[in-house]
């Protein structure tokens, strides 16, 4: 069982910045890969960045490619979305996410991940 708590949310303007965390719990995040994903009120969840267990490999969705950046820190039990040019269509609960799957790549399908945390909420203004 894995728990896992984001933080770093809040208000920005638009072109500002922000990095949200997600701390896990138990020995075993540096096997899991992570995923970040959001949800604007009336809208679907949708994918944002996945990263493997090593950091070595990244996925993000088209949306905020060369914007945004997924990383990780083992040591830490830790997962990061550095948020930069932040737009106000990037508004929306932000949440992270553990895939416990050893197998396979990573995926921007919600419901291949295993543990979700509470999110986070992020709001851009114009």
């Known amino acids: 069982q894995v728990q896992l708590v984001e933080s770093g949310g809040g208000l920005v303007q638009a072109g500002g910045s922000l990095r949200l965390s997600c701390a896990a719990s138990?020995?075993?995040?540096?096997?899991?890969?992570m995923g970040w994903f959001r949800q604007a009120p009336g809208k679907e969840r949708e994918f944002v960045a996945a990263?493997?267990?090593?950091?070595?490999?990244?996925r993000y969705a088209d949306s905020v490619k060369g914007r945004f950046t997924i990383s990780r820190d083992n040591a830490k039990n830790t997962v990061y979305l550095q948020m930069n040019s932040l737009k106000p269509e990037d508004t929306a609960n932000y949440y992270c996410?553990?895939?416990?799957?050893?197998?396979?790549?990573?995926?921007?399908?919600?419901?291949?991940?295993?543990?979700w945390g509470q999110g986070t909420q992020v709001t851009v203004s114009s």
């Open positions: 996410a553990a895939d416990r799957a050893y197998t396979g790549g990573l995926t921007n399908y919600a419901p291949s991940y295993d543990y």
């Open positions: 990263v493997s267990w090593s950091g070595g490999t990244t």
């Open positions: 138990g020995h075993t995040f540096g096997t899991y890969k």
